[in-house]
């Protein structure tokens, strides 16, 4: 009798692990001096969600949203798989946007999985809908305090474009004397975004390594990459700044190990 107790012990506190990893969500606050951001818009506060997929935090994504708002931030950007090709449930993934749309601008790029569902026309023209300033290779003016900045947003290279090819429409005719923040899904191909003048980039894709083991990080991929790089936190590369999300959910059945869903802040400070 006293084994059987310890192994659904054992087994209601594994249960208990997993569903702590895959819900309960974890705030991760930065705050980044950036050359070239006006001083009018110091302490500009930035909300990145990435990569939800198909999870649900509470009903109609209550917590999600409430989480978000708590906040306070001044622009919410979205980067990339907010359905999941395995499990497709756009209604759930809108419930989300459509409390993010009441707390702040809201801007949004597509993932891998939103190209795969092949339903990405049909996405972006929800989104819109709702107000979401949806970037497909192309830019947009962010006004603050009597000065401005440019969102630029690309595709996900599925989608059939270079990475390059993409960031030359985004950037054809704009201002590159302006702080630039960049919205793409995948972070591997920071070079490319580096040698183009982005000041700032937000990505995701990676989901921080999906199974992480404490004080050492990810230590494989959801592609099942072994010790894979460029996968969560903030990197420097040249005069560029690049903010990776871990993300929120998973993709298909795929699962977190030491891995929370995360919810980025940032905090912008002019040099």
Do not use: C
């Not at 950036?34 to 917590?63: A, C, T």
């Not at 790029?109 to 049909?122: A, L, P, Q, R």
């Not at 591997?188 to 989901?207: M, P, S």
């Amino acid at each position: 009798m006293k084994k059987l107790i310890k192994i659904v012990v054992a087994l209601g506190a594994l249960v208990g692990f997993v569903y702590i990893n895959q819900h309960w969500l974890q705030l991760t606050k930065y705050a980044i001096v950036v050359k070239k951001l006006p001083k009018k818009m110091d302490g500009l506060r930035i909300v990145q969600i990435s990569d939800l997929h198909h999870s649900r935090f509470g009903e109609n994504q209550n917590q999600l949203i409430q989480q978000v708002q708590k906040q306070k931030p001044d622009i919410i950007v979205i980067t990339g798989d907010l359905v999941d090709r395995y499990n497709y449930d756009l209604e759930r993934s809108l419930d989300a946007v459509r409390g993010f749309v009441k707390i702040a601008p809201v801007y949004y790029v597509v993932g891998n999985h939103e190209v795969s569902t092949n339903d990405v026309n049909h996405i972006k023209e929800k989104l819109t809908e709702l107000g979401v300033h949806v970037l497909s290779n192309s830019a947009e003016n962010f006004s603050m305090n009597g000065t401005t900045i440019q969102i630029v947003g690309i595709d996900d290279p599925l989608s059939g474009k270079t990475t390059d090819e993409m960031l030359n429409l985004a950037l054809n005719g704009e201002d590159k004397t302006k702080f630039q923040i960049l919205l793409a899904h995948r972070p591997e191909y920071y070079e490319n975004y580096e040698q183009h003048g982005i000041d700032l980039t937000f990505n995701g894709h990676a989901h921080g390594g999906q199974v992480r083991v404490p004080g050492l990080g990810g230590m494989i991929d959801h592609q099942l990459h072994l010790f894979p790089s460029h996968i969560d936190g903030v990197e420097q590369i040249g005069d560029m700044t690049q903010i990776i999300s871990r993300g929120l959910g998973n993709s298909g059945s795929t699962i977190r190990i030491f891995n929370r869903p995360e919810i980025v802040v940032t905090d912008l400070h002019a040099k």
